[in-house]
């Protein structure tokens, strides 16, 4: 079931109030019928504007992420650094180094951005978890910060490496077609798709909760919710339906 968010949750019980209002208590006078619509108008219009309907109030941040640099700095430690960004210290200094100068990280704003290796950890540690530990809210918990802060950090670090898509991904030559497609038939035995668009493998991206619409169509053989990512040799890659 599709999650509703608390402002909504609002409208839907003060919908409420009205109907049992007028079921319980109707107006008696054309003027107070109008009274009451104008109040109810008002009061949805608040609703709407009002941007913190349960108020501000400072959340305690106290997250763990600081230990991958702990232990990046011992290589018996490095299998645990993986473990929690999902790439080698290495593969991070390589990605860190591809992206750090990419415009997205910079701010006109007298508050500067928080550190793009700690933007970066956290888009990996978020890439990493699946099911309920992919949630925004835990993962913000394990980084400390806001869970807004996760969705900015994501954002800036995917168009960063996606301004490198170029650099390490192209399009086949014809030999190299020719030599995938003779490895099909070999060894997949695909003899009638060889001009056709060649498909082969798929990784299933589980997806974290049954999406709320149309979700059936995402269960998997494997028992679970995701999208099937597959290589095609005639497009870079795409994403399709399981």
């Known amino acids: 079931m599709a999650r509703t968010n608390y402002r909504k949750q609002v409208l839907r019980s003060y919908a409420f109030y009205m109907l049992s209002r007028m079921l319980v208590l109707p107006a008696r006078t054309l003027e107070r019928m109008l009274l009451?619509?104008?109040?109810?108008?008002?009061?949805?219009?608040?609703?709407?504007?009002?941007?913190?309907?349960?108020?501000?109030h400072p959340v305690k941040k106290a997250g763990n992420l600081h230990l991958a640099w702990e232990y990046a700095q011992n290589p018996n430690d490095h299998?645990?650094?993986?473990?929690?960004l999902r790439v080698t210290p290495e593969s991070f200094q390589f990605i860190l180094q591809l992206?750090?100068?990419?415009p997205?990280?910079?701010?006109?704003?007298?508050?500067?951005?928080?550190?793009?290796?700690?933007?970066?950890?956290?888009?990996?540690?978020?890439?990493?978890?699946y099911g309920n530990g992919a949630s925004v809210k835990d993962i913000a918990r394990t980084a400390g910060i806001s869970e807004?802060?996760?969705?900015?950090?994501?954002?800036r670090c995917f168009e960063a490496i996606?301004?490198?898509?170029?650099?390490?991904?192209?399009?086949?030559?014809?030999?190299?077609k020719e030599r995938e497609k003779a490895w099909i038939e070999k060894n997949i035995g695909c003899v009638g798709w060889r001009e056709g668009w060649?498909?082969?493998?798929?990784?299933?991206?589980?997806?974290?909760?049954k999406p709320g619409l149309n979700g059936d169509t995402y269960y998997?053989?494997?028992?679970?919710?995701?999208?099937?990512?597959?290589?095609?040799?005639?497009?870079?890659?795409?994403?399709?339906?399981?």
């Not at 009451?36 to 501000?56: C, K, P, S, V």
């Not at 992206?99 to 990419?102: E, F, K, L, T």
């Not at 996606?162 to 190299?176: G, M, Q």
Request: glycine residues 4%; charged residues 20%; aromatic residues 12%.
């Open 36 to 56: 009451e619509l104008h109040f109810d108008a008002n009061t949805i219009l608040l609703i709407m504007q009002t941007r913190y309907l349960r108020g501000r």
């Open 79 to 84: 299998h645990r650094f993986t473990q929690m």
């Open 99 to 102: 992206i750090q100068d990419h």
């Open 104 to 129: 997205i990280f910079t701010t006109t704003s007298h508050r500067p951005q928080t550190p793009v290796e700690i933007q970066l950890a956290v888009t990996l540690f978020r890439m990493g978890r």
């Open 148 to 155: 807004g802060a996760v969705e900015r950090f994501t954002d």
């Open 162 to 176: 996606h301004s490198h898509h170029d650099e390490f991904i192209r399009p086949l030559t014809e030999a190299e």
């Open 198 to 209: 060649i498909m082969y493998d798929g990784t299933i991206v589980v997806l974290f909760q």
């Open 220 to 242: 998997t053989r494997k028992c679970n919710y995701g999208l099937n990512a597959q290589v095609c040799l005639d497009v870079f890659y795409t994403f399709r339906w399981t």
